[in-house]
């Protein structure tokens, strides 16, 4: 009697993948989040071969010879360039196989933006089919990310929650374990670095890099002024000389560089609260608006969201792992969630 054809026998091999712009993470069943890299491939370019992946890439971003290129295959929340993201999932997907033996491919289930396209759906499930998942179940961020952070999604009570990724900002109101409205734009953490080159290019002569202007919003970037005002030294090139040179840039005006994208947001959230069904808004008075995902990091982004819409707005305590928390959710309880997948 075969004895591994029982599931009791077998170790856990259901993963879960939040595939995000930014970073990618893993959760394996019964074991929590086991990866969280940043989706960044360096490559060679005349023979295409792998020359880093992960944090190894990353660090290569804006510092590799004229021979490598370190890409981020994913866009705007969806995929990009799909031999990239193929091999780049592979390879997660192959670290975390072969960490955990499993015997048989493993059941994956991948967190993918609300307003994805049937062709990228089909895109993401055959990265993941190649990469080496037996099948490949699908769930909407904003749903994850409420399911992670504890929502009750499957009550007739209305949730609202904002989920500000690398490259996409979708906002939705879920009751009954479905969408009921939802409002994704492509805007998230990569626009308000642009906005950051792009200020110091035109009023500083500066011309930086995208990890330098990532750093810059970390440290300094905020949505609501506040009584704590920083500033920080930048290094880049000067356009006009060609020769390195050091700014001091002040948080005022980091505020106003990424003012466009951050309204950007505000009027989505707003459009989003108009096409709420009103009994599920009457809840959203009470309940209040959850943040998550990396931008709901931007100092006052929930006061200037409350200010604008006159709503509490709560911010997870790790925003950047509510999705793949939410997705590990819905493999350890199933039967529960099993009506917010696709397949």
Do not use: W
């Amino acid at each position: 009697m075969n004895l591994f054809k029982f599931g009791s026998f077998l170790p856990a091999n259901e993963i879960a993948v939040d595939l995000g712009t930014a970073n990618t993470l893993i959760y394996v069943k019964g074991e929590g989040i086991v990866l969280n890299e940043p989706s960044v491939v360096a490559i060679e370019k005349a023979t295409g071969r792998i020359k880093g992946i992960g944090l190894e890439a990353k660090r290569m971003l804006g510092r590799t010879p004229e021979g490598i290129t370190a890409v981020r295959p994913l866009k705007d929340g969806v995929i990009a360039d799909f031999d990239v993201t193929e091999r780049m999932l592979r390879y997660f997907l192959k670290t975390i196989i072969d960490k955990h033996f499993f015997r048989v491919k493993p059941k994956v289930i991948v967190a993918v933006p609300s307003g994805i396209t049937e062709v990228e759906r089909r895109a993401v499930r055959d990265s993941a089919e190649t990469a080496g998942a037996k099948q490949v179940l699908m769930v909407a961020e904003p749903m994850a990310a409420a399911i992670g952070v504890g929502l009750p999604v499957e009550t007739p009570t209305g949730n609202m929650v904002i989920d500000i990724g690398g490259g996409t900002t979708e906002i939705a109101v879920i009751a009954l374990s479905g969408i009921v409205s939802d409002t994704s734009i492509r805007i998230g953490g990569d626009e308000l670095d642009q906005a950051i080159v792009l200020f110091l290019r035109k009023n500083y002569n500066l011309l930086i890099g995208e990890p330098t202007a990532e750093s810059i919003k970390i440290k300094i970037g905020s949505a609501y002024p506040s009584s704590e005002e920083r500033e920080m030294e930048v290094k880049g090139r000067d356009l006009v000389s060609g020769i390195p040179k050091t700014v001091r840039v002040h948080s005022v005006e980091i505020r106003e560089a990424i003012q466009e994208p951050i309204a950007a947001v505000v009027d989505a959230v707003r459009r989003a609260l108009e096409i709420t069904p009103p009994e599920l808004a009457a809840d959203i008075v009470d309940r209040g608006i959850v943040m998550t995902g990396g931008g709901a990091l931007i100092r006052g982004l929930d006061q200037l969201l409350s200010h604008e819409t006159g709503l509490p707005i709560h911010v997870d305590d790790d925003p950047l792992t509510c999705v793949v928390r939410g997705t590990g959710r819905i493999l350890d309880d199933f039967q529960k969630y099993r009506s917010v997948l696709t397949s």
